[in-house]
Every structure is written in structure tokens, then in C-alpha cells.
């Protein structure tokens, strides 16, 4: 499933910055994240960020699928991302949409009608990203990691996480409420566009940090 992108991934991802509007009290958590993950590259020399929603369908993905390419883009090598949920489904065919719109590749490694697993991959890409849903606490995610709940549910449905060592919640607004209706497309690439932003965000916080 290669497709042909009309976007340029890094573009958007500088965009996403620039265009970033956030509250102080966001800030304030981007910057906490930020800090806290800086901290632990300079002590561990290694960090396993794990992205957690209920569903591990769209939020989630998009988050680890940004991370990841933040981690390329500044070179962090010793960060390394993924993504789960209170509950496996599938990585939603619309957030896929959503980000082949800017830049990234997608192509099936093994097919399932429920649950798809792609090989996530954009240009000069060293390490295409595995894709597919889990659970959070899947032998796919490496542990200990830093946990990062995206929607409220999968906050409040996980009081406790035995494998992470600190634990965020960084809530986003959920694109599904406005699946089959005509701004599907443009509340996606809003939530996509805000994600990649406030990574952007965190990461380069991390490299002025370290």
C-alpha cells in the first residue's frame, strides 16, 4: 500500500511548531514532559516513551508515529517510541489517511481484516515505524518506559502502571466524532498537525536541555 505523498513530512512537522498555539498551563506540562525525559537521557542514556489511549487507534498512533520522527529529526538515538491501549483494535484507517496526507508511507507487513500491522516509513528514513494495535503493556513495548495517556479515558482506566516509571497525561481532542461526516478530513489533520506541533515541541525543549 505505498502511496504517493502530496506533503512534505519535515515541512509539516516545522509548520506544526510554528503554527502551535498552547496555554500556559499546557506549557507548562510540554515542559515538564520535556524536562523530565532530558533528565533521564543523562542519567539512563536511554528512554522508552510510551503513548497510551483506550483504543490505541488514532491519538496514540499519531503520537508514536511523531515521536518517532522527532527522534530521527534531532537525532536522539537512545529514544525509542510506542504506543498501546487499555484495549487492541486497529490503527484506524483514517488516522493511516491522515498521515499519508503528509508524508508517510504506509505498506502492510501482515495482513488482518481487525488489525493491520504496517511498516511506517518517510523520506531518508533509517528505521520505518511498526504500526499496529496493542495493548499498552504489549511485549512490543520496551520496558520501563515514560507513559504518556493521550485521552482521558485511558487515564482514568489505568490508575496504575506497573511498568512505567513516570507517568503524563497529555490529553488531545478525539478526530472521531467527526468520522463519515464532511470535515472527517480536516479534524484529523487538526489533531494530526497539533500533535506533531507540541512533539515538536518537547523534543527540541530536550535538545536545548541535554
Not at 488531545?172 to 487538526?190: G, I, V
Not at 494530526?192 to 530536550?206: M, R, V
Request: aromatic residues 14%; proline residues 3%.
Amino acid at each position: 500500500m505505498a502511496q504517493t505523498v502530496s506533503t512534505n513530512t519535515e515541512q509539516f512537522f516545522k509548520a506544526a511548531l510554528t503554527d502551535l498555539k498552547i496555554d500556559a498551563n499546557r506549557m507548562k506540562l510540554l515542559q515538564s514532559i520535556a524536562l523530565f525525559i532530558a533528565n533521564e537521557l543523562k542519567e539512563n542514556k536511554r528512554v522508552n516513551l510510551n503513548y497510551i489511549c483506550t483504543h490505541n487507534s488514532r491519538r496514540s498512533q499519531l503520537a508514536q508515529v511523531w515521536s518517532s520522527y522527532a527522534t530521527y529529526y534531532f537525532k536522539f538515538s537512545e529514544v525509542f517510541n510506542f504506543s498501546g491501549g487499555t484495549m487492541a483494535t486497529a490503527f484506524y484507517r483514517n488516522t493511516v489517511n491522515t498521515l499519508q496526507e503528509v508524508g508517510f508511507n504506509f505498506q502492510i507487513l501482515d495482513f488482518s481484516h481487525q488489525n493491520p500491522v504496517y511498516s511506517i516509513d518517510y523520506k531518508n528514513c533509517i528505521n520505518p515505524i511498526i504500526g499496529f494495535s496493542k495493548l499498552y503493556d504489549s511485549e512490543h513495548n520496551k520496558k520501563p518506559f515514560i507513559a504518556i495517556t493521550t485521552c482521558s479515558s485511558a487515564d482514568e482506566n489505568c490508575p496504575f502502571i506497573a511498568d512505567a516509571i513516570e507517568r503524563f497525561h497529555l490529553p488531545f481532542n478525539d478526530p472521531k466524532a467527526y468520522d463519515n461526516t464532511l470535515r472527517q478530513t480536516e479534524k484529523y489533520l487538526e489533531t494530526n498537525k497539533q500533535i506533531a506541533g507540541e512533539i515538536h515541541f518537547i523534543f527540541n525543549l530536550i535538545k536545548d536541555s541535554i
